[in-house]
């Protein structure tokens, strides 16, 4: 036997050892890592499919349900605004059907419901009103007293819809007794989402209710003997919501793979299934490549051996060398593949390739970093103009000391303040919360000052400035749907008293010395409406007097509704809290304390709004 022989003998036990032991060893690997996969997948879908349905309650229904609820508990509108604002409400939110005011006491509770879905009811030979309606009786039992209620899924099968109820409870102030919202709403989308979910193509996603019925099914079949559903409906009942995994094998002796999840908001389950086979099929196929493989490899091996060292040695050399120059940043570099048609002549031509890849992508890099670097520089220029338009220095006045500050929550914002002599006895201050942030909310921050500084220099009495300031801003507007808050004062130096009005601005918090346990206040709500909505609204104007040892506290709602890691807001009651405890303190003092308290409350989390305070003290 020739050498040749022997190594190319030993070429192939040496080759097919390490192929069988290392074949076996993947397969089992590769089951064990689709099987922990296959569970992984199925229980990502089930969390997923139960987080769309919560989202979908939490965005979709309850928040425009909360902003209608705040409208409807609204002092400032009247009935008919009401009433609008429920039928705007309607539009706003496709799934909803109908919205209902109940009042208890009345008989005849306020029904709001689709055009669409009621002609819908009606072609089907159904009273609209009788199957939308919602009962005392039925609110009571559904709410059991809690704040928020959502569920009794029903279907109505004349139109093949599934509709779930949302239940708030109103302020009591309201309609002066126990009042509810109600909600009816239709779960025609989430059904489509659910059934145009990716997994379906290679499983199912079903949703049952707790006694086992497939839901979104016109016959609302029974799964309760599937192994799967029985598990779920024994979670469901403990109420627990765990999220698990179960093979299980169907009486016709399919194997299933399947996953539940359980939605926090509704009563009802989320099953996910897929077949076992189809799961590890992958499996099956790498058994039957690996063989054909190793027959090839040990072909190719053979063959291999004898070329590689002539073949590949050569081109691998010159390939190193050229990789070494362009590590020393020569980028001029290619390798002549002399017309090799092989894999070494390809990776040839790709090396070349990404030789001048590299070089066109650093030109690029470098265009686009002297792009951002110019965007910055621009930013950074807007940032400095808008910081121009807020006090950099607070004059002496003797009688009264004043200090602000204002941090937007990005490099430019849209809350600002001033503070101005209006005349010899009088002085100005003014704060201001445009809706948004950004460069948008910066640019009509900047329109409202110079539009405010024109109107506060003509007129003396707060609610004329922000009445005409209000019109002024509306007829600027032309559709940009942005408003701003405000609250302006004007202080009289020499009598002391405080002439105020708001346009939607939190109210200041007040502290006046004349006891000596007087603690910080905040200044009675107004009628009011924010600026730049809608024109033709006359301001209220209010009065106070201050003396010696008074303070007023101005701030935006950045500085209140911070939040912490917990998800808990500042709020006014802290912010009191800290009012009072550095109320001995200088007015700068006291603004910078309370900024950095604010800082300090929400360190951890990113500044989701701009933060201003300004505050007033009388000498």
Same mark, same amino acid.
């Given at each position: 036997?020739? *050498? ?5 003998? &030993? ?49 979709? $229904? ?12 609204? =002092? ?57 309606? *919602?009962?005392?009786? @039925? ?44 909600? @009816?709403?239709? &779960?025609?989308?989430?059904? @489509? ?94 058994? $039957?490549?690996?063989?054909? $493989? ?21 081109? &691998? ?62 930013? =950074? ?14 004059? =002496? ?5 004043? $200090? ?55 007129? *003396? ?61 905040? *200044? ?47 709020? =006014? ?47």
């Amino acid at each position: 036997m020739t *050498l040749r022989s022997k190594l190319l003998i &030993l070429s192939m036990i040496l080759a097919l050892i390490p192929l069988g032991i290392a074949g076996k060893s993947m397969i089992q690997i590769t089951r064990d890592e689709l099987k922990s996969s296959a569970n992984d997948n199925l229980i990502t879908v089930a969390s997923q499919v139960s987080q769309d349905i919560e989202d979908f309650y939490r965005y979709t $229904w309850l928040a425009p349900l909360r902003l209608i609820k705040k409208a409807v508990e609204s =002092e400032d509108l009247g009935v008919n605004e009401k009433l609008s604002l429920l039928t705007e409400g309607m539009k706003s939110v496709n799934d909803l059907i109908a919205l209902q005011i109940s009042v208890q006491g009345v008989k005849s509770p306020l029904l709001v419901s689709q055009d669409e879905f009621s002609n819908k009811l009606k072609k089907a030979s159904v009273d609209p009103v009788q199957v939308l309606k *919602l009962s005392s009786d @039925r609110i009571a039992m559904l709410q059991k007293g809690d704040e928020i209620f959502i569920g009794d899924l029903t279907y109505l099968m004349q139109v093949d819809a599934w509709l779930v109820t949302v239940i708030l409870t109103l302020d009591k102030r309201t309609f002066g007794r126990p009042a509810t919202l109600s909600a @009816r709403i239709n &779960l025609d989308r989430l059904k @489509r989402r659910i059934e145009s979910h990716p997994f379906n193509k290679t499983g199912s996603i079903t949703l049952i209710d707790p006694e086992g019925h497939k839901i979104f099914d016109r016959d609302r079949a029974d799964l309760s003997k599937n192994k799967l559903v029985e598990a779920a409906k024994k979670i469901l009942a403990s109420n627990a919501r765990t999220i698990g995994v179960k093979p299980y094998i169907r009486p016709s002796g399919e194997k299933m793979l399947g996953a539940y999840a359980f939605p926090n908001i509704l009563d009802i389950g989320v099953i996910v299934e897929k077949n076992e086979a189809d799961a590890y099929m992958a499996v099956t196929d790498m058994e $039957w490549n690996l063989t054909v $493989w190793i027959i090839i490899g040990l072909l190719v091996a053979v063959v291999g051996a004898i070329l590689v060292s002539v073949s590949l040695t050569r081109p &691998l050399r010159k390939l190193m060398r050229a990789a070494r120059a362009i590590s020393e940043g020569n980028l001029s570099i290619q390798i002549e593949t002399r017309g090799r048609k092989d894999e070494i002549g390809e990776l040839s031509l790709t090396f070349n390739k990404m030789v001048d890849d590299l070089r066109r992508y650093i030109d690029e890099l470098t265009e686009t970093t002297k792009a951002k670097e110019r965007a910055e520089s621009e930013l =950074e220029l807007a940032k400095k103009i808008q910081q121009s338009f807020l006090p950099k220095k607070f004059p =002496e006045l003797g009688s009264i000391e004043v $200090w602000g500050k204002c941090d937007p929550a990005r490099e430019v914002g849209g809350d600002y303040f001033d503070f101005f002599q209006i005349d010899d006895g009088n002085c100005g201050m003014v704060i201001g919360d445009v809706s948004g942030k950004g460069v948008p909310a910066a640019l009509f921050m900047a329109v409202s000052r110079t539009l405010f500084r024109i109107l506060s220099s003509r007129e *003396l009495s707060p609610d004329l400035v922000l009445t005409e300031f209000n019109d002024r801003l509306v007829a600027l507007d032309q559709g940009a749907n942005m408003f701003i808050t405000l609250f302006y004062g004007v202080f009289n130096k020499t009598t002391g008293q405080l002439l105020y009005s708001s346009a939607g601005h939190n109210m200041p918090y007040l502290k006046l010395s004349q006891d000596p346990g007087t603690k910080f206040q905040m *200044l009675p709500q107004m009628k009011t409406m924010v600026a730049g909505m809608m024109d033709g609204i006359p301001m209220q104007l209010a009065e106070t007097k201050m003396q010696s040892g008074d303070a007023i506290v101005l701030y935006t709602d950045g500085i209140t509704e911070a939040e912490n890691e917990n998800d808990e807001m500042f709020g =006014e009651e802290r912010l009191e809290e800290l009012l009072n405890k550095y109320s001995n303190l200088s007015a700068s003092d006291m603004c910078k304390r309370l900024v950095e308290e604010v800082h300090a409350f929400h360190a951890g989390r990113p500044q989701l709004d701009d933060m201003t305070m300004f505050i007033m003290k009388v000498k």
